[in-house]
């Protein structure tokens, strides 16, 4: 079945550091989704994008859907303390089909 | 607020016995999902509806099943528990199967089968 790719699995950054992640795709998606997910909770929508080429962005977050469509990326600027969590993209190729979850990238910040 | 509610956040079992996890959610969701969550391996979907006394199985059913007699509430059943149905599981809720909506979700029961 489809299959998702998140790099990297894992981060510790310092605090007030840039962070980058992707996620890659071996079909076309139509929608991209990144979620994070708190300790102890369930994950939370920070971003979606419906367009091939579109940059979106949430405060410190930017996610930007990749124009091959198989690829995506999440950007956050200026880290802190409370971005700690597991991120999460997820994908559909038309709006009918099931949401896929990649595997996730953990990410630790360092005060 | 959308909210999602599990029933339990720890549960313990023996093998072989029978588990129900509940979930609620309180905003007229038509659709509703159970995820396992494993490290290394994501979110995989168990079973989802997207009406009341619907079900369609996800990516990985065996040895699950669901119950939804009420809009509401959607519940998982591990019928026979077994140690590899260890796992953190989740419960999500959106509101239209047609247009890539929001997943709620609750905030997980982490399982151990003993």
């Known amino acids: 079945g489809q299959q998702l790719n998140q790099s990297p699995q894992s981060m510790f950054i310092q605090e007030g550091e840039d962070v980058s992640m992707n996620c890659t795709s071996s079909?076309?998606?139509?929608?991209w989704l990144w979620y994070k997910q708190d300790p102890g909770e369930g994950p939370v929508l920070l971003i979606a994008l419906y367009k091939a080429g579109e940059l979106t962005s949430n405060g410190r977050l930017t996610a930007q859907f990749g124009i091959t469509r198989k690829d995506s990326f999440l950007n956050i600027s200026a880290s802190i303390p409370s971005d700690v969590g597991i991120y999460f993209c997820?994908?559909?190729?038309?709006?009918?089909?099931?949401?896929?979850f990649g595997p996730g990238t953990s990410l630790s910040v360092i005060p | 607020d959308v909210k999602v509610t599990q029933s339990s956040r720890y549960l313990v079992k023996r093998t072989g016995e029978k588990v129900f996890l509940e979930c609620v959610q309180d905003m007229d969701h038509e659709n509703m999902f159970w995820y396992r969550q494993d490290p290394g391996l994501g979110l995989r979907l168990i079973y989802f509806?997207?009406?009341?006394?619907?079900?369609e199985k996800g990516d990985i059913p065996e040895g699950y099943s669901v119950s939804r007699e009420k809009k509401e509430r959607f519940s998982l059943i591990l019928e026979s528990a077994s140690t590899n149905q260890t796992s953190m599981y989740l419960c999500?809720?959106?509101?239209?199967?047609?247009?890539?909506?929001?997943?709620?979700f609750g905030p997980g029961t982490r399982l151990t089968v003993l």
């Open positions: 999500a809720s959106s509101s239209d199967r047609g247009y890539t909506d929001t997943q709620y």
């Open positions: 079909s076309i998606f139509n929608t």
């Open positions: 509806s997207y009406d009341v006394k619907m079900k």
């Open positions: 997820a994908g559909q190729e038309t709006s009918y089909d099931k949401v896929i």
